[in-house]
């Protein structure tokens, strides 16, 4: 089993930039494949970004290539989303994801790729 906790939500201006740290437990780090997606109101959910088991290979969702970066932090157990020249279209509820079954170099990304899920943080973006 794994557990996930999502941290660094807020509240921020067009433009500003904002980091999101997810935090894992019950299982080794290097054995998960980890992701982030996001949901706003009335919107499906958007994959946003993957890094793979070993941590050298990482995947972004069209909207936020060249903006959000996906880092890990091994002493922490944690994986992080810097978000940059945030958009008001950026608001949303930002969750946590992580698998285990896949190859050290494989990046998934789409929902039913993922096991385990954390409950969420909310970031806003204002105009």
């Known amino acids: 089993q794994v557990q996930l906790v999502e941290s660094g939500g807020g509240l921020v201006q067009a433009g500003g930039s904002l980091r999101l740290s997810c935090a894992a437990s019950?299982?080794?780090?290097?054995?998960?494949?980890m992701g982030w997606f996001r949901q706003a109101p009335g919107k499906e959910r958007e994959f946003v970004a993957a890094r793979s088991r070993s941590g050298e290979k990482t995947y972004y969702g069209d909207s936020v290539k060249g903006r959000f970066t996906i880092s890990r932090d091994n002493a922490k157990n944690t994986v992080n989303l810097q978000m940059n020249s945030l958009k008001p279209e950026d608001t949303a509820v930002y969750s946590c994801?992580?698998?285990?079954?896949?190859?050290?170099?494989?990046?998934?990304?789409?929902?039913?790729?993922?096991?385990?899920w954390g409950q969420g943080t909310q970031v806003t973006v204002s105009s």
């Open positions: 994801a992580a698998v285990s079954r896949y190859g050290l170099g494989y990046v998934p990304s789409v929902q039913y790729e993922y096991d385990y």
């Open positions: 019950g299982r080794t780090f290097s054995g998960l494949a």
